[in-house]
């Protein structure tokens, strides 16, 4: 290695400074400042069903939640326990290909996976052919809607 490079590399990996020391803090500082004013938030889109989830907390929603598999993940950033995310792997294909098939109406599967997973309330887009099969479903009713979500719940436990 050349001597001037040496020294150079040498002098870097020497002590710091005080000075070096405070003036690194207040770089933290002015770049850590601004998300403590404003927290990092999802916004709305396709994938976040912010007000549906808040409606579900406000009404005590609780228990097994039947969703969509593109909200699984925001239902896991917001600590709510999904019945099928973005980690298909994990879930096997025989449970996937029934999921799909049964929340498509493919099958006639739904109330049967609704019964033998304890579901309680359910989180779907609109335009879902879930949301049409619950809304024809005895012992479910309609509780909340929006452009991103309809939650329905089990009779018993509407609120």
Do not use: C
């Not at 998300?35 to 007000?51: E, G, I, N």
Request: glycine share 8%; charged share 15%; proline share 9%.
């Amino acid at each position: 290695m050349p001597a001037p490079l040496a020294g150079a590399l040498a002098d870097l990996a020497g002590g710091a400074s005080l000075r070096g020391g405070v003036a690194v803090g207040f770089v933290m500082a002015a770049i850590t400042l601004p998300f403590l004013w404003h927290p990092l938030a999802r916004k709305p889109d396709p994938y976040t069903p912010t007000a549906a989830l808040e409606f579900a907390a406000a009404h005590h929603l609780s228990g097994p939640v039947f969703n969509d598999y593109n909200f699984g993940g925001y239902l896991i950033f917001t600590d709510v326990k999904p019945f099928v995310d973005g980690r298909a792997d994990m879930y096997g294909d025989a449970f996937l290909k029934r999921y799909i098939e049964a929340t498509r109406g493919i099958t006639d599967d739904l109330p049967a996976m609704l019964d033998q997973y304890h579901v309680t309330w359910t989180l779907f887009p609109p335009k879902s052919p879930a949301v049409t099969l619950i809304d024809h479903l005895s012992g479910w009713q309609k509780v909340y809607a929006d452009d991103t979500a309809v939650i329905h719940a089990r009779v018993d436990t509407a609120p």
